[in-house]
């Protein structure tokens, strides 16, 4: 009896405590995700807004006089390097380039002033490196297109040799991202680029035009920006805090993971918390929050204290059980008591029964002997007395 007590108890401590881990796991669940998507939606808006700051950059360069040479080149890095700390300490804008929109009408004034003429670009080929033989070309023949984009500042100034050169057409993912800014004046981004340092971003700013009659705009800025610009804003120990990882893709073509704070052993039992799919530059990305769901049954333990309930329910347990064997243990001693006591009634009871018996059989014994005797006298009194015999005429016949 008292096992299946202390089963009973042990049954009802775990359904309370399943109840409760239940709906702490689901008061967790819910605050993370509330948080994660604040911080990923946090995050987004920072992402965009420096990509937007671009078009802050490509100002500067707006109504040059001299088109040619429109900055000195140290204030041209002067201007990179402080636009590229998004007010951090860390440059993070691995190359800025400057084209100018030439039409062709102002081909000869603009190569008169640049001291040399305006050179295509070699197609391209990963499999050569890019020194100045294997990327530039032969000057532009004269008449060639109605309008030209020479790169007229370099950063960094190494790259100085590709100056007067038109790579806007090189690359056709990056010659769709500059028309693009063409058309609707926002930065466009080509697919991110896997460099020796990580992941980049190239993108692409048009220019406003000074002058409307003659161009629609001035040029394009191309910035490629570290990931780390962007991915910055993730890698953050409020973020990262209780086990939270953080991925960053590119969805535009094919998913590219270009940030991830996933360990090298990928979790199997990965929950996803929050998750946004934005644009970015023309371009399609994910951002999403994640976590293993046997750390989140931890953190609900360590919240919920199991320990607590199975002591307090075993202890509980105990208790009841050990009052029940001593209720069981006083109520057979009570009915083995009322037992014995209705025995002891019972047989007082029979013997005195059988004392009545016994005493009345005996005068009923005595009753009956002495009516026999009495019947026996009588019979013999009428055997003696021989009655007289009657004579009877015989005539009466």
Known sequence: MAICVLGVAMVITWTVLDAALTQERDFFLTEEQHRLNSVIASGVDQMQGRVAALSTLANVFSGRANRSHPLPATKHVSIVESFGKFGGSTNLLQQCSVAMWVTDSERATFEASAG???????????????????????????????????????????LSWALFGDFSQRSLDRAIAINRTFETGQPAAAAPLLTPSGWSVPLHQAILSSDDAGRPWDGFVGATISLDAFSVVFDSDTLLTGGVYVTLVDATA??????????????????????????????VWVASACMSSQYMDDVVEDSVHPSVYWHTGGAIGVGVAALVVILVTQTRSRVAAQVATQRAKASEQTHATMLQLMNHGMVFFLCCCFRFLCSVRTDCWCVNRTPKSVDRDPGHH
């Open 254 to 283: 094919d998913s590219r993971t270009l940030f991830s704070t996933l360990p090298d052993s990928r979790p199997d039992d990965l929950v996803t918390l929050a998750s946004q799919t934005f644009m970015l530059a023309e371009r």
């Open 116 to 158: 040399q003429g305006i050179r295509q670009a070699r197609p391209m080929n990963a499999s050569l490196p890019p020194t100045p033989a294997n990327v530039l070309g032969d000057v532009f023949p004269a008449n060639a297109q109605s309008y030209y984009l020479p790169m007229v500042l370099t950063y960094p100034t190494r």
